[in-house]
C-alpha cells in the first residue's frame, strides 16, 4: 500500500512538472546554413541534455521562459539563447578557429588542441580556398608563422616551403607532406585544395619526430574531406579567370635598338652597327605580341557530395583545374576524383577507405625570355624573296643575328608533354575492444605512371646557326608502385580524475618501387601529328631502361600525460630502418620529448580571466633525420667513357664514385620554447616561439684528392659539417563582431639565422651557382659572393686615383663610365682574393598579414605576404643592359646608361667590348634589394541563405597577386633556390633571372550548396 | 621640478653625445712631416710615364699623402695604415701622360702630405712634357741577324750601320770580345744623325760572334739604345732556305715560313721538298735567313749556280711539288717534280663544329699563343670556328685560313681531340703528330696574317696579309 502513495506522488509530480515545462524545437546549422547533427544541447542549470539529429533539428523541454539552453559542438563557438517567449529557434553556429577542445591532427594521432604540447599550426580547408592556385602550399603563404613559401610562377609549379629555415646544403629543403596518414612525398601538386579539410604544419622535431628519418624539413599533415553523419549534401564550387603577363620590361623598338648597338658599338671604337637607325622606324616587330597572351585562363572547380549515416559516411569529389600557359601551347590540367567511406560496423569496429584516382597533363615552352631578348628588327618570318618554296612549315620563320632562336618558331616547334596517371587506395580498419583501446591497421598503395613524349621537328631557318637536320622523336614511361602499411595499438585512460595518460605503440612499413623506359629515334619520314612515334623513326634508335626501389621500416611510440591538463607531457620515439644505408647505420632512433605548462589552470590565476583567456607555456626537444640522398650511394659504380688512339676509338671504363659504407643520416636536433596565449575570450590570441635547430652529420658530395688516384670527377657521399638555424615565429590573431559586422585579423612574423657550424676543414670553401656563392664555416650557407662594385668611373680623375701605391691602374681597361670594383683586401690589386659577400639571399624576416571581414551577406578577404632583408641577383641586368650581347635592350638605355659624368652611377657605359668586365665579373652590381610586400589575395563575396531553393549560393570576385611593392628590378622578387641537378638548391638561392613571374590574377568565384 | 629633470636630462644627453663624438686626431701633437723629392723637375712626354719619387716622414706617423695634377685629371691619395704608425715612407708613384697633351706644356706637381696629428705640408715638383726619352735607332746595313760569312769566300766583316736620334748623338759604340773590337766614336756637336762604316778581319777558323752596337743620346736625361747581332763565321754552310720572294723583299716581316727552312742535310748537299703554286715559279737560295745579302745563290747568264745577291732566279715550270737539292759548296743543283704520297687530309677540312655531337663534320682548328681567339684549350679551337682552317682547293695537301695575330706566336693546329695534329716546331717545321717536341715561339707584329699549313711538306708558312 505504501508504494501505491508512492507511486501515485511520483506520477503527480511528473504531471506538475510537465505541464510546467515548455518544449522548444528548432535546427542547428553553421554559417553556410549546412545542418550540424549532433551538436550538443544543455538546458543551463539543469541535467536536461539532448542532440540535434540527422538534419540538424533538436527537440528539448525547458522549465520555464528564462531558461538558457547552450548549443556546443567540437570545432564552433559556443551559443547560449534565452527562451522567452519562442518555442523555434534556428539557430547558427560560428567556426572558432581559436576552440581550445577543436581536434588537431598530430602524427598517427588526433588529440584536443589543448593538449598539444609541441609546435603544429593548423589551418584549416576554406581558408586554403580561398585562393586558385595549382599547388595549395601556395595558399599558405603568411598563414603560418614559421614558414616560408616563395611561389614560383607557371601551370604546375611547386613553390618552394621551408618550415623553420632550412637544415640542410645539399639535399632537399621541402617539407614531408603526409596526406590521410600516408607520406606521400615532397610534393602536392597533386591535391586540389578543394579536397582538403585541413592542414597541420608540423614545425619543431618534438611534433614531427614521430616520422623519424624524412622529418628534418617539417612534416606537413593533411587531412582530406570526410563525410559526415546527415543527409546528402552537394556542394559545387568553381572559380575561373585569367592570369596576366605583363612585359616586365619595356624594350627597345627597332630605332631604339639600332640607336643603343650604334652607340656601343662607337664606345668601343667601332663604326655604327646599324647605320641610320631611323630607317627602321616603323619596322619593329613587337615579338611580345605575337607569342606571348595577356592573360591566360585559369579555372579551378569541385563538385562533391557527402553525407551519411551513423554507420556509413561518404564524401564522393571531382576536381579540375586547368592553368593553360602563357602561349599559344601547353599547360597544366589535372582531374582527380576522391571517393572516401568510412563505416561504423559496431561500437568496436569501424573501417575506412580512400580511392583517389588522379590525372594530369602538362607541358609548355620555356622561351619567353627569348621574345624580350630577340631584335626588334628581324621579322617573324622569312622575307618571300628569301623562301624557295621546299622550307617545310618549321623552316619559314626568320633568324636572328642576335643568335637567339626565333622564339615563335619554337613555341610551333614545341611538342614535350607529359601525361601522368595516378591511383591512390587508402584504407583502414579500427578496433577498439574495451574502453580507451583502439587497435588500427591502415595501408595504402600507390600505382603511377607517367609517360613523357617529345617529338622535334626537323628544319632549317639557318644552315649554320639555327636548325635541326633530322626529327627526333623520344618517349619516356615511369612506372611507379608504393605501398605503406602501418599498424598501432593507442590506449588511453584517466587515472584518479585528474591523470590522463595515452600511449600508443606501433610500426610502418614502406616500399617504393619504380622502373622506366627509354625510347629514341630520329629520322621520321616527315613531321606529321599522326607519325610522332619511336615506331616510324628510321635511324638510330636507342632505348634504356632501369628500375630502382627503397624502403623504410620502422617502429614508432609515444606516450602522453597530463595531470589535471595543468602539467603535460609528450614523449615520441620512432626508430627507422632505410635500404638506402648499409648495416652500420641501417637504423637510427628519433627520439622527442616536450612539456607544456597550462598555466590558466592554475588556481591562482582565477583572477585574471577576465582578461586573461588562456595562457600556457610549452617546450621541446627532438631529433629528426634527412635520408635524401639518392638511392644506393653505398654502391661503387664505374663509369663508361672512350678516348681515341689514332684513329681508333677505344672504349674505357674508371671509378665514377665510391661507396662509403658507414653513410648515414643527417641528423637535426631540435629544440623550442613558446607561449600561447588568449586575452579577452580569445579575442587576442597568438603564440611566440624561439627555435633553434642544428644539423649534425651533414650528406655532402665529395671529390678524392688528386693523389688518391681516383679520377678527379670520382665522387664519394660522406657525412662531414653542421648548421644550425634559429628564429622566432609569432602568431597574433584577433577577431571580433559589432553587430552584424565580424572583423578579424592574423599576423605572422617570422625570423630565420642561419649559420654553418663546421665543414669538413676550417677553411673549405663550398662554392654554388658557378662560383657566385659561398658557403663557409660561421657564416649563412649560399651567401652572394663576387666583386664590390663601387659606382662608375664619373671622370678621368676618378679613373686616374683607381690605382696602387705606385700608380698602377687596378683596372687598366676601364674608362669613364665603366664600374670601379672595390680593391677590397687593400693589397693594390683587383684579383680574385678581393671578392668577398655581397649580399645574402635569406629574409631576416617574414611577415604575413590576413584580414578578414564579413557584414551580413557581404565577405571580404585580404592576404598580405611579405619578405624583408633578402637580396636577389638580377641576372638579367646583363641582358638587358649589356652592350656587348646583340640581344634587344631595355628602351631608353642609350640615355640610361652612363653617357657623360653625373648621368648614371649604376647602369654603366655602353661597350660592345665590356674591356673592363664590367657584367662578366660577378659583383654588387647585379645584387638587388630583395625585400616585397605582396597584396596576395582580396576576395570580396555575397552569399545567398535558402534562396533559389539551395542551401547557399555564393559568388566572389578576387584578384590574387594584384600589387607587389618592390625594389627589385627583375622579373619577380619570389626567386627561390637554384638547380637541385647542379647542388644548388641551397647553395644556388637567390638568382632572379627569367624566372617565370608569379602572375597577377582575377577571378570569378561561385559556390553553391544544396 | 620638471624642469631640472629636463634639464638633467639634456645635460646628460649633452655629455653622452659629445663622449661619443669621433675624435678625429686621436693622436698627440708632433712636428710637421718632412718631405724630400727626388728631383725638382720631371720630364715628361705624352703616352708616356713618368715618376714622382720623394722621401717623406714623420716624427710620429703618416697619414697620408695626396698626389695632385689638376690639368691632368690626377688626384690621387695613399692613405697609411696607423696601426703600426708609419714613419717614412719612399714615395713612387708613376703616372702616364694623356696623349693628346702638348710637348711644350708643364705643370706644377703638388704634393700634400699629412701626418695622424693633423700637421700637413705641400711640396711642389715641375712637370715638363719635352722630354726626349727614345733611345737613338740603330739600323744595320750589315751585317743582319743571322749573317752567315763564308771564310772560304772572304774573312772580311763589313760593318755598316746608321744611328738617328731626335736629341743628338753622343756617341755610338761597336764591341765585340771576341774579335777583341771595343771602338767607341765620341761625336761632337751632338748629330741627329751619324753613319758607321767599317770593314774588321776575322780569324779564319769557324766561330760565332756576337755584335753590340750601342748608341747613346745628349738628352739631359741621356738615353741608351744598342743591338746585338749574331753573326757565323764558317766554312760550309749551317742552313741553306729555299726563297720564292723577288729579291727585295723584306724577309723578316713574315711569322713563319720564308724563306724556308732545309728538309734534309748532309755535308753541304742540302734537299729540300717544296711547292710551287704557280707555273714558272722563280726561287733562290739564301745562305741566311734575314736578308738577300751575303750569299744569295741564283742563276748567272750561263745558267750556273752562283753565290751573287745580282743572280737572276731559278724557275721551276710548272705547279706541283718540288724535289729540290743545292751544294753551296759545288755550286751544284738539281729540280725534280713528284708527286706526293702522303695521306691527304681533306677529310678533315671544311669541318663543322656543332654541340650535338652527332651533328659535327671534322676539323682542323688550332690552339697556341699570341693568335686571336685561341688558347690551349681544345674547346676554344672546336668552338672559334673562326680558327678553323678550310681545303686549299687547289692543293689537297694544304690547309689554309687567316688569324690575327696579337705578338709573338705559338701553335699546334688540331682537329678534335688532337686528331690529327701537327705541332709548330723550330725553323718552321710543323710535325704531324707524334712528331717532336717542343712548340716554338714566333716573333710577329700584330695583324692579320695569312696561314698556310702544307700537310706533305710538313711546314706552315704564316705570312702578311
Redesign the interface.
Given at each position: 500500500m505504501k508504494f501505491k502513495y508512492i507511486w501515485f506522488f511520483i506520477a503527480l509530480m511528473c504531471t506538475a512538472a510537465s505541464f510546467g515545462q515548455i518544449k522548444v524545437t528548432g535546427s542547428v546549422k553553421d554559417k553556410g546554413a549546412v545542418p550540424i547533427p549532433g551538436v550538443n544541447i544543455v538546458v543551463k542549470g539543469t541535467a536536461t541534455t539532448a542532440a540535434t539529429d540527422f538534419d540538424g533539428n533538436f527537440s528539448i523541454s525547458v522549465p520555464n521562459k528564462n531558461a538558457q539552453i547552450e548549443f556546443s559542438f567540437v570545432g564552433f563557438s559556443n551559443k547560449t539563447i534565452l527562451v522567452g517567449d519562442k518555442t523555434s529557434f534556428d539557430v547558427v553556429l560560428e567556426e572558432s578557429s581559436q576552440a581550445l577542445d577543436e581536434i588537431v591532427v598530430v602524427g598517427y594521432a588526433a588529440v584536443k588542441k589543448s593538449d598539444v604540447t609541441s609546435s603544429i599550426s593548423s589551418i584549416k580547408g576554406k581558408e586554403l580556398q580561398t585562393m586558385t592556385v595549382g599547388n595549395v602550399a601556395e595558399s599558405l603563404q603568411g598563414k603560418v608563422s614559421g614558414v616560408q613559401v616563395t611561389g614560383q610562377g607557371g601551370p604546375g609549379a611547386q613553390p618552394r616551403v621551408l618550415i623553420r629555415g632550412i637544415s640542410t646544403v645539399n639535399l632537399s629543403t621541402d617539407p614531408l607532406y603526409v596526406v590521410d596518414g600516408i607520406p606521400m612525398g615532397t610534393s602536392i601538386n597533386f591535391l586540389s585544395n578543394n579536397e582538403i579539410e585541413s592542414m597541420e604544419v608540423l614545425k619543431d622535431a618534438s611534433a614531427s619526430a614521430i616520422y623519424g628519418s624524412r622529418a628534418s624539413n617539417g612534416v606537413i599533415l593533411i587531412t582530406t574531406k570526410k563525410g559526415k553523419v546527415g543527409k546528402t549534401r552537394f556542394n559545387f564550387d568553381t572559380s575561373s579567370g585569367m592570369q596576366i603577363m605583363n612585359n616586365p620590361y619595356n624594350m627597345a623598338d627597332a630605332v631604339g635598338y639600332a640607336t643603343i648597338m650604334n652607340k656601343a658599338y662607337n664606345n668601343s671604337g667601332y663604326a655604327d652597327y646599324l647605320p641610320n637607325p631611323s630607317q627602321y622606324r616603323g619596322k619593329t616587330t613587337d615579338w611580345w605580341k605575337a607569342g606571348i597572351r595577356g592573360g591566360a585562363p585559369v579555372v579551378n572547380a569541385s563538385l562533391g557530395v557527402s553525407g551519411g549515416s551513423e554507420k556509413h559516411t561518404y564524401a564522393i569529389s571531382m576536381n579540375y583545374y586547368d592553368a593553360e600557359s602563357i602561349y599559344e601551347v601547353g599547360g597544366w590540367e589535372r582531374i582527380t576524383l576522391r571517393i572516401a567511406n568510412d563505416f561504423k560496423f559496431s561500437d568496436k569496429f569501424s573501417a575506412g577507405i580512400t580511392l583517389n584516382p588522379r590525372y594530369e597533363t602538362y607541358g609548355q615552352p620555356g622561351n619567353w625570355a627569348d621574345f624580350d631578348k630577340i631584335d626588334p628588327i628581324t621579322p617573324i618570318y622569312k622575307p618571300a624573296d628569301q623562301l624557295t618554296g621546299d622550307e617545310n612549315e618549321y623552316s619559314i620563320y626568320a633568324r636572328s643575328p642576335s643568335y637567339v632562336w626565333n622564339p615563335v618558331a619554337a613555341v610551333k616547334r614545341y611538342d614535350d608533354y607529359t601525361d601522368q596517371y595516378n591511383l591512390n587506395t587508402n584504407g583502414y580498419l579500427q578496433y577498439a575492444p574495451i574502453k580507451g583501446l583502439v587497435i588500427r591497421t591502415q595501408a595504402s598503395i600507390e600505382v603511377g605512371d607517367k609517360v613523357r613524349s617529345r617529338f622535334r621537328p626537323d628544319f632549317i631557318i639557318d644552315a649554320a646557326h639555327e636548325k635541326e637536320?633530322i626529327n627526333k622523336v623520344e618517349r619516356w614511361a615511369t612506372t611507379n608502385v608504393d605501398w605503406t602499411w602501418q599498424n598501432t595499438v593507442t590506449y588511453s585512460r584517466t587515472f584518479a580524475e585528474k591523470h590522463n595518460a595515452s600511449l600508443m605503440v606501433g610500426n610502418t612499413m614502406e616500399e617504393y618501387n619504380g622502373n622506366d623506359v627509354w625510347g629514341y629515334g630520329e629520322g621520321v619520314p616527315n613531321n606529321s601529328d599522326l607519325m610522332r612515334e619511336v615506331n616510324a623513326a628510321t635511324k638510330?634508335r636507342d632505348s634504356k631502361g632501369n628500375s630502382w626501389s627503397s624502403s623504410l621500416m620502422s617502429y614508432i611510440s609515444r606516450f602522453s600525460y597530463n595531470y589535471d591538463n595543468k602539467y603535460y607531457f609528450t614523449g615520441t620515439f620512432r626508430r627507422d630502418g632505410s635500404s638506402k644505408f648499409m648495416t652500420n647505420n641501417k637504423w637510427a632512433n628519433f627520439p622527442s620529448a616536450s612539456v607544456s605548462w597550462r598555466i590558466m589552470n592554475e588556481g591562482f590565476m582565477e583572477s585574471t580571466k577576465d582578461v586573461l583567456s588562456d595562457l600556457r607555456f610549452r617546450a621541446g626537444w627532438g631529433k629528426v633525420g634527412n635520408q635524401g640522398l639518392p638511392t644506393a650511394v653505398y654502391q661503387s659504380n664505374i663509369g663508361q667513357g672512350f678516348y681515341?688512339i689514332?684513329?681508333v676509338i677505344g672504349d674505357t671504363s674508371f671509378p665514377d664514385s665510391m661507396a662509403n659504407k658507414d653513410i648515414k643520416w643527417e641528423t637535426v636536433e631540435d629544440m623550442s620554447f613558446g607561449i600561447d596565449f588568449g586575452l579577452w575570450k580569445n579575442k587576442l590570441s597568438g603564440s611566440l616561439e624561439y627555435y633553434r635547430k642544428k644539423t649534425e652529420d651533414m650528406l655532402f658530395l665529395k671529390q678524392f684528392p688528386a693523389y688518391s688516384g681516383f679520377p678527379s670527377n670520382a665522387t664519394i657521399w660522406t657525412n662531414v659539417g653542421s648548421m644550425q638555424s634559429s628564429g622566432i615565429d609569432l602568431l597574433i590573431s584577433y577577431k571580433d563582431k559589432k553587430g552584424d559586422f565580424t572583423y578579424g585579423a592574423d599576423v605572422t612574423f617570422t625570423t630565420v639565422d642561419v649559420e654553418m657550424l663546421s665543414l669538413s676543414s676550417d677553411s673549405e670553401k663550398l662554392y654554388g651557382a658557378a662560383n657566385r656563392t659561398l658557403t663557409v664555416k660561421g657564416e649563412e650557407p649560399g651567401y652572394f659572393y663576387g666583386y664590390v662594385a663601387d659606382g662608375l668611373f664619373q671622370?678621368?680623375?676618378e679613373?686616374?686615383?683607381h690605382?696602387d701605391?705606385?700608380?698602377?691602374k687596378l683596372q687598366p681597361y676601364a674608362k669613364e663610365g665603366d664600374v670601379r670594383f672595390k680593391d677590397v683586401n687593400g693589397d693594390g690589386k683587383l684579383d680574385d682574393k678581393d671578392r668577398t659577400k655581397i649580399g645574402s639571399p635569406w629574409a631576416d624576416y617574414n611577415i604575413g598579414l590576413n584580414l578578414n571581414f564579413a557584414y551580413k551577406q557581404f565577405d571580404l578577404v585580404a592576404n598580405f605576404y611579405s619578405s624583408i632583408g633578402n637580396d636577389i641577383v638580377n641576372t638579367n641586368i646583363s641582358d638587358l643592359y649589356n652592350g656587348a650581347s646583340l640581344t634587344n635592350k631595355v628602351a631608353g638605355l642609350d640615355q640610361m646608361a652612363w653617357h657623360g659624368e653625373g648621368t648614371s652611377n649604376s647602369v654603366p657605359r655602353l661597350s660592345k667590348d665590356d674591356n673592363n668586365e664590367n657584367y662578366t665579373k660577378f659583383s654588387s652590381l647585379y645584387v638587388e634589394d630583395g625585400s616585397y610586400v605582396r597584396m596576395k589575395n582580396l576576395q570580396l563575396g555575397f552569399s545567398f541563405y535558402n534562396k533559389f531553393g539551395l542551401d547557399k549560393l555564393r559568388i566572389s570576385l578576387s584578384g590574387q597577386n594584384l600589387w607587389t611593392w618592390t625594389k627589385y628590378t627583375g622579373v619577380d622578387p619570389e626567386v627561390a633556390g637554384g638547380d637541385p641537378n647542379q647542388g644548388d638548391a641551397v647553395k644556388g638561392s637567390g638568382f632572379g633571372g627569367w624566372n617565370y613571374p608569379v602572375q597577377p590574377t582575377i577571378l570569378m568565384g561561385l559556390n553553391v550548396a544544396f | 621640478m620638471k624642469k631640472n629633470i629636463f634639464l638633467f636630462f639634456l645635460a646628460l644627453f649633452a655629455v653622452l653625445f659629445t663622449g661619443c663624438q669621433n675624435n678625429e686626431s686621436g693622436f698627440p701633437s708632433s712636428d710637421d712631416p718632412t718631405v724630400v723629392v727626388s728631383t725638382k723637375e720631371i720630364y715628361g712626354a705624352p703616352s708616356r710615364?713618368f715618376e714622382i719619387k720623394a722621401a717623406l716622414a714623420d716624427d710620429l706617423g703618416l697619414k697620408s699623402v695626396q698626389i695632385q695634377i689638376p690639368e691632368?685629371?690626377?688626384?690621387?691619395?695613399?692613405t697609411f695604415a696607423t696601426s703600426p704608425l708609419l714613419e717614412t715612407y719612399d714615395l713612387?708613384?708613376?703616372?702616364e701622360i694623356p696623349a693628346n697633351r702638348g710637348t711644350s706644356e708643364a705643370f706644377k706637381i703638388k704634393l700634400i702630405i699629412t701626418d695622424v696629428s693633423g700637421n700637413v705640408v705641400n711640396e711642389e715638383i715641375n712637370l715638363r712634357l719635352d722630354g726626349e726619352f727614345s733611345a737613338p735607332s740603330i739600323s744595320m746595313v750589315t751585317p743582319k741577324e743571322g749573317a752567315v760569312i763564308l771564310l772560304s769566300t772572304s774573312n772580311e766583316m763589313p760593318v755598316n750601320f746608321v744611328v738617328n736620334d731626335d736629341s743628338g748623338i753622343d756617341y755610338v759604340q761597336v764591341k765585340c770580345e771576341a774579335l777583341g773590337i771595343d771602338e767607341m766614336v765620341q761625336l761632337t756637336g751632338a748629330p741627329q744623325s751619324y753613319t758607321f762604316n767599317k770593314t774588321y778581319t776575322l780569324p779564319v777558323t769557324a766561330a760565332n760572334y756576337v755584335l753590340t752596337v750601342t748608341a747613346k743620346d745628349k738628352f739631359a736625361i741621356p738615353n741608351t739604345g744598342s743591338l746585338n747581332i749574331n753573326i757565323v763565321a764558317t766554312n760550309e754552310y749551317p742552313a741553306i732556305y729555299l726563297c720564292d720572294q723577288p729579291k727585295g723583299t723584306n724577309l723578316t716581316t713574315d711569322a713563319v715560313g720564308v724563306p724556308m727552312y732545309f728538309h734534309e742535310k748532309n755535308g753541304q748537299d742540302f734537299e729540300f721538298k717544296y711547292y710551287a703554286d704557280k707555273d714558272n715559279k722563280e726561287i733562290y737560295f739564301l745562305g741566311q735567313e734575314a736578308d738577300f745579302a751575303p750569299h744569295c745563290f741564283g742563276l748567272n747568264a750561263a745558267g750556273g749556280l752562283v753565290d751573287d745577291v745580282a743572280s737572276t732566279p731559278i724557275i721551276l715550270p710548272t705547279k706541283g711539288y718540288y724535289n729540290i737539292k743545292v751544294n753551296p759548296n759545288t755550286l751544284a743543283y738539281t729540280v725534280t717534280k713528284y708527286t706526293p704520297s702522303s695521306k691527304v687530309w681533306a677529310d678533315v677540312a671544311n669541318g663543322l663544329w656543332h654541340d650535338d655531337e652527332?651533328?659535327r663534320r671534322p676539323f682542323v682548328s688550332v690552339c697556341g699563343g699570341g693568335i686571336q681567339g685561341a688558347d690551349w684549350d681544345t674547346w676554344t679551337a672546336w668552338t672559334q670556328t673562326g680558327l678553323h682552317l678550310a681545303n686549299n682547293p687547289n692543293n689537297p695537301y694544304q690547309l689554309v685560313g687567316e688569324y690575327t695575330l696579337t705578338g709573338q706566336m705559338e701553335a699546334t693546329f688540331t682537329g678534335q681531340?688532337w686528331?690529327p695534329s701537327w705541332r709548330l716546331i723550330k725553323n718552321g717545321i710543323c710535325t704531324m703528330s707524334p712528331g717532336e717536341n717542343g712548340n716554338a715561339k714566333y716573333p710577329a707584329a700584330p695583324g692579320v696574317y695569312k696561314v698556310v699549313l702544307d700537310t706533305e711538306l710538313e711546314r706552315v708558312f704564316i705570312t702578311k696579309k
Open positions: 637536320e638510330n681515341p689514332g684513329d671622370n678621368q680623375t679613373l686616374n686615383s690605382t701605391e705606385h700608380g698602377t | 710615364k691632368l685629371s690626377l688626384d690621387k691619395v695613399i713612387s708613384y708613376f703616372f652527332a651533328l681531340w686528331n
